[in-house]
């Protein structure tokens, strides 16, 4: 598979892991209308490619995204033309929510705005110590009005609200708090715990955290009437699966299974 020419950011994969960097560092890896449209490819790329596992999430230099580009200048360098357009930053929230494999964002310095909007959306968030967090649209003259549909998925709503309308920024502690982060390291340890993380995520079955998710994912907004029958019939499908008879076998067999993901 042939990796598309981007010019914002960066995708690689390697042991299963696709690694999706925002690399305009220069500019604190704002997200603008190409960088949007470039990360969509690149989780749809993610997101077709069997040979990923998991996906990781990170920005260039010392700030994980500084937010929108409310400059509204041209991105990228001349190398490449720009690709065709697939999708805006609602575009991809969506696809980042709705994904069935694994998420992990790497936050190694400042997250503010649509950056929020992006580790909010993934499954994992990990972030140094020394991170910062903030959703100063509002000082701004206006709203952080698409990240708001994640954030509130991730947050208290009363301290969403307070983010929001005081667009204070919060320590990395703080975020863990409000529940925006999953854990906050020492900045030494972050690659070494993001790459763990993700090396785990790897070695998993990829049917069942396919099915996992998915069934997570159609359940987030139903009733707890409606989810039971509708995670009952989900468990049935999976335990009807390779990986499943494998994982139940390996366990028994005392041996490390080998998933096909089928």
């Known amino acids: 598979m042939s990796t598309p020419a981007f010019r914002t950011i960066l995708y690689t994969v390697a042991d299963h892991v696709a690694t999706i960097t925002l690399n305009l560092p220069d ?8 960088m949007a449209n470039e990360l969509v490819v690149a989780v749809d790329e993610a997101a077709g490619d069997a040979n990923v596992r998991a996906i990781v999430l990170t920005g260039a230099g010392s700030v994980f995204c500084a937010g929108g580009d409310l400059a509204g200048m041209p991105t990228g360098s001349d190398a490449h033309k720009p690709l065709a357009m697939r999708g805006d930053f609602g575009a991809l929230l969506i696809r980042l929510a709705e994904i069935e494999k694994p998420t992990v964002a790497r936050v190694q310095g400042p997250a503010m705005g649509g950056g929020l909007g992006l580790l909010a959306s993934c499954h994992i968030a990990i972030a140094c110590e020394s991170a910062t967090f903030a959703t100063p649209e509002i000082k701004r003259g206006f709203f952080p009005f698409m990240i708001s549909a994640v954030l509130e998925r991730v947050m208290p709503r009363r301290k969403m609200m307070e983010m929001i309308l005081l667009g204070e920024k919060m320590s990395a502690h703080e975020a863990r708090e409000a529940g925006l982060l999953t854990r906050v390291v020492p ?22 955290v ?21 995670l009952r019939d989900a468990l049935i499908a999976a335990l009807a699966t390779e990986d499943a008879r494998e994982g139940i076998a390996a366990f028994l067999e005392k041996r490390k299974p080998n998933w096909t993901g089928r």
């Open 27 to 34: 500019r604190k890896n704002v997200i603008g209308v190409e």
């Open 210 to 230: 396919r099915t996992g998710l998915s069934a997570l994912q159609d359940n987030v907004d139903s009733s707890l009437r409606d989810s039971v029958p509708r």
């Open 187 to 208: 900045d030494s340890e972050l690659d070494a715990i993001v790459s763990n993380i993700a090396r785990s995520l790897a070695e998993l079955s990829p049917s069942a």
